[in-house]
Each structure stands twice: as C-alpha cells, then as structure tokens.
C-alpha cells in the first residue's frame, strides 16, 4: 500500500479500519495525520478488535496494512466528533495500491529504534485531551463495540433527518420557529452528548492502591506525635497498653473512694501464693495450718456434718458445670444422661465425695459410687451412704464392676493426707489403674500436699477453705467456701478477708 499527497488532506478526521493481518489484527480509528515522505498513516483514539487501546495515538507503516476500510467521512458542516456515514470498502486494488503484504510478510507497526513501544506521533493542534502513551496491548475491550456504537449514531442521524424532514413539511407558513442563544452547533447537539456525550477515557483503568495508600500513614509516628503533645499540653492520656482499660462494667463504680487492695488474705507462712479472677492474692496454708483451722471451726458449731453438706453442694455444682451446665442437663437431652465415676476412700474424704455424688444424682446425673467393702465404717461414711442410697446411684465395691468405656467425668476422693498405708491395698492399686487407663478427665477433692501420695493425676482440683501448696499433678486448683466465719480465721491467726465475691466456688492462677 502507498500513500499518495492528496490522501493527507481527503483522510483527515475519517473514521477508518485498517486490518493488519492475522498477526497484528484489525485497528479502527479516526485519522488525524497521513505522512507520504515516511508513508505512515496516524490514528486517534485507536481501537484494537475492538477493544479500546490505552494510547491516544497508533502509527502505522502503509506495507504493514493489507485491508483499508473508511467507515465515516466528516460532511463540511458537520463539526461535531462525527460525520455523515459513508462505508466504502477499499481493498488493495479498490485505491490503487500494490496488492502486496509487508515486506516479511507479517506486518508490524512502526517502532522507535531501541524500543519494544509503537511510535507516537504528536497530535494535531486542534485534536485535545491528550493521554499518556502506552502500548496498545495493555487494555482491550469488545470489537462488537465499536460497530454497535457506529450503528446506533447512524440510526439517530437517519432519525434526525427525517424529523426534521417531518417537522419542516408540517409547520405553518406564519410559524416562526423561535431561535435559540448560546447553543453550539444547533439546538440537536446538546441531545447528541446527553446521549452520546460521556468521555470514556475518564473512566479509570487501575484499581485504588489501598495498600500503597495505607503505608503511607505513619501510626507510630503520628501516636508519638499526639502523646508527645499531650504531655506538653497537660491533657488527659490515653494510657498505655499495660494500664487497666477505662471501660466499667454497670455494677462498677466510675470514683473510686479509696485505692484497691489486693492483698487481703494474710497468713502467717505461704510458701504458695495463687490469685483470682479480679487479681485478689490468696496465699496456700500448711496441712497443720488448714487442720487446725477445721478444728477451731469444728469447737464453734461448724461440725463434720456441716462441713460435708458444703463441701458435697460446692463439689457437685463444680462437677455440674464441668458436664456442660444447662447445655448438657435440661429436658431435650434426657437421652444424653451423663455418666459420673466417683471413687471414694474410707475416710472423711471419701465422705465428703459420697455427699457430692448423692447431690449429682439428685440432679439426674448417672453416678457410679465405689467403696471398698470394711468391716467397720466411720460414722460420717454410714450416714452418707444411707443417704446416698436414697437415690438412684449405684454403688460397686470391685474393679470390675465399673464401666469398660469411657465415663464423663471421674471424681477422686481414694487420697487422704493420712492414711498412707491405703496405697498398698490392692484394691487402691487396682483402683488406681482402671482410672489411669479411662479417658475420662479426673476432679479431685481436697488432694493432699504431697505429690507421692497422688496415685491419680487430675485436671482439676477442689480445695476448701484455703488452698494447700498442690503441685503440677493437681492440675487446675479451684477454691470452694465451706461456711468458715471470719472470726474464726483470725483465732488461728490469719487476716481474712473472703475472696469469694458473689460465687460459692472461684478459680485459682498460679502466680
């Protein structure tokens, strides 16, 4: 294809398609430069099979095209972005142009030496809005586009034409059409760009950079900045990290009358000191300690009786709410029966588990009860037992008669903090092994100090009163109140003050 002198001038402003061959595809594009010394023709506002292109210009070499189409021809007084539609189809021969490809036979645009980029041709002085040139493979939209645009605007001017053509024929002869001031190019353009008037380029191509925006806000520095000038300034601050949160609950004072004291509980000698929920220091007491205190409390009218009443209502509530609470125990799930292996030894501990197993099973929990069979049973252990069969629990007194599979919860009372020669009996050792080798997760009550006589490691511990120094195999320690008046603490020399709050049973951390 060559370009000859008068295409410069007849081809400017047409709307053309120049197909490129296979390789480089088919272009369309309004003409705003035609060169015949380089013979390179210059399209604005390019689109690449019908995909807009990101440049505002495209050159081309007249051996890369093999197919020029002009698909509109500006009229002279039409200034508007678009003509009358005129479609001629001028092939290789239909211009008079060599009916050869390019020159390698795959046609490509013309480049700048040194570099992979389509050479952009400055624009003509009255074309406006220049882009930033980029390559023309970046961005591709719907060749159909293209062609559905061209239609419509056709149909619109053909519409136009023929109301126009109407409106003329069937105005009165003394009807003066009024005029109107200010409008461009006729009272029809203000319609043709409300219809046809949005700038497409305006539209964004990339996405918002949140993240590069994002980094370039400094926290750190802008939080040095406000502490920094609320110091100088004397204003409030907003407190550090490790500062207590000035959120209150609706029970909590916002004025504090007086500074809180955490320390409440003295003892004489804590070798242990474990701490609350609210941050409350409870110190552990010696087994001397703790049984003196029982005793003391024992002369005053808080009897053994008493003492397994509270310690069995405290116990078995704990153990409720290690079963699931409400999700587990309520009417829908009567099929789903929770399973209880309570372990209990001749002793007053043993007396206090058999008092928390008769108040499980009063809470329709299935509770298996062993005790070994003795010839003679501390008082406290008969009266428990009578009451305890009152209700539905079963009780065992072999190994074999407990369950095969795993159980729910298994509640340990075999250790007492005296009887040591108990651990040689076989049915302790017995014992001992069916509960190691259960699944089931272990509570102990009131375990003794000393790890050694732990034959049975827990997860969670229940102690009363005040907690003894338990080790690691005591697991989680929990306190439970047995109804020790503050008088009587202090008797035996410790500074109580109840830690409880509104619970009968609280948690304990190690500190």
């Not at 678009?82 to 036979?105: A, C, E, K, M």
């Not at 109107?180 to 219809?195: T, Y």
Request: hydrophobic fraction near 30%; include cysteine; aromatic fraction near 6%.
């Amino acid at each position: 294809m060559v370009f000859r002198e008068n295409m410069a001038t007849d081809w400017l402003g047409s709307i053309v398609s120049i197909n490129c061959g296979d390789s480089l595809g088919v272009y369309q594009g309004r003409v705003s430069a035609v060169d015949q010394v380089s013979q390179t023709i210059s399209l604005t506002r390019p689109f690449h099979n019908g995909v807009k292109c990101l440049v505002p210009e495209v050159t081309f070499r007249a051996g890369d095209i093999t197919e020029l189409k002009i698909l509109e021809i500006p009229g002279p007084s039409d200034n508007g972005p678009y003509g009358d539609f005129q479609q001629t189809d001028l092939g290789i021969s239909g211009v008079g142009f060599p009916g050869s490809s390019s020159q390698n036979g795959t046609g490509k645009l013309l480049k700048k030496p040194g570099s992979s980029a389509p050479q952009s041709i400055p624009r003509r002085t009255d074309m406006k809005n220049q882009d930033v040139a980029t390559s023309p493979q970046q961005h591709q939209c719907s060749k159909s586009y293209m062609d559905r645009h061209m239609e419509t605007l056709n149909q619109s001017k053909v519409f136009r034409r023929r109301h126009n053509s109407w409106s003329s024929s069937s105005r009165h002869p003394n009807q003066v059409t009024p005029k109107k001031s200010g409008v461009k190019n006729g009272p029809m353009k203000n319609k043709d760009d409300e219809c046809f008037g949005d700038n497409i380029e305006e539209i964004p191509d990339t996405d918002f950079d949140f993240e590069g925006n994002l980094a370039l806000f400094d926290k750190a520095a802008v939080f040095e900045e406000i502490e920094t000038f609320e110091r100088k300034s004397g204003t409030r601050s907003r407190g550090t990290p490790n500062e207590r949160s000035s959120r209150y609950r609706h029970d909590e004072n916002i004025l504090e009358s007086e500074p809180i004291v955490y320390r409440r509980i003295t003892v004489p000698q804590a070798s242990k000191e474990f701490c609350t929920d609210s941050g409350l220091v409870v110190p552990s007491v010696s087994y001397e300690l703790h049984k003196k205190l029982l005793s003391v409390a024992e002369k005053h009218g808080l009897t053994l009786e008493r003492r397994l009443e509270m310690t069995g209502v405290c116990a078995s509530q704990m153990a409720l709410s290690l079963l699931g609470g409400p999700n587990r125990l309520n009417p829908k799930n009567i099929h789903q029966r929770p399973t209880v292996a309570l372990l209990c030894g001749p002793h007053v501990k043993g007396a206090q588990g058999i008092s928390c197993g008769r108040h499980l099973s009063n809470h329709d929990v299935h509770v298996i009860l062993f005790l070994p069979n003795f010839v003679k049973m501390l008082e406290s252990i008969t009266n428990e037992l009578m009451l305890f069969g009152k209700t539905q629990g079963q009780q065992v007194s072999s190994v074999k008669d407990l369950p095969d599979t795993p159980v729910d919860l298994v509640i340990n009372c075999l250790d007492c903090h005296e009887n040591a020669f108990l651990r040689d009996q076989p049915w302790y050792k017995a014992v001992v092994d069916w509960a190691n080798q259960n699944r089931a997760p272990v509570l102990s009550i009131d375990p003794p100090v000393s790890e050694a006589e732990q034959g049975i490691d827990a997860k969670w511990s229940l102690a009363l009163g005040l907690p003894l120094p338990l080790g690691e195999r005591a697991g989680r320690v929990y306190l439970c109140d047995i109804g020790i008046p503050q008088k009587v603490f202090q008797e035996v020399g410790i500074n109580y003050h109840s830690p409880f709050g509104c619970k009968f049973v609280i948690p304990l951390h190690s500190t």
